[in-house]
């Protein structure tokens, strides 16, 4: 089963930016895609976005389209998203999560692996 690390989380204002790392290790040859969710306070876990682990294709809910990025460095095996113009909004635990299987990439129960977790909080 493949580990994953978060990193990257923190405390910025709104407008702000920060940039999540995730890094895989224990084999990603199996690997599908790659997701970040969240998790807010009182709040069901949501997709926020995934990367076709091999071709990099990409998808995003749309309430982050436009401000964030997900992007995979390869020969690192690590996946990044990257968050510009944070919102309030946007604050809960993201984590990440590796997929193994062709299917659905919105759906949490469908990911194999997961990452402890990373605190975002942006400020008003």
């Known amino acids: 089963q493949v580990q994953l690390v978060e990193s990257g989380g923190g405390l910025v204002q709104a407008g702000g930016s920060l940039r999540l790392s995730c890094a895989a290790s224990g084999g990603t040859f199996s690997t599908y895609a790659m997701g970040w969710l969240r998790q807010a306070p009182g709040k069901e876990r949501e997709f926020v976005a995934a990367?076709?682990?091999?071709?990099?294709?990409?998808l995003y809910v749309d309430s982050v389209k436009g401000r964030f990025t997900i992007s995979r460095d390869y020969a690192k095996n690590t996946v990044y998203l990257q968050m510009n113009s944070l919102k309030p909004e946007d604050t809960a635990v993201y984590y990440c999560?590796?997929?193994?299987?062709?299917?659905?990439?919105?759906?949490?129960?469908?990911?194999?692996?997961w990452g402890q977790g990373t605190q975002v909080t942006v400020s008003s």
């Open positions: 990367i076709i682990w091999r071709a990099g294709s990409t």
């Open positions: 999560a590796e997929k193994r299987t062709f299917g659905s990439l919105r759906n949490g129960w469908e990911y194999d692996s």
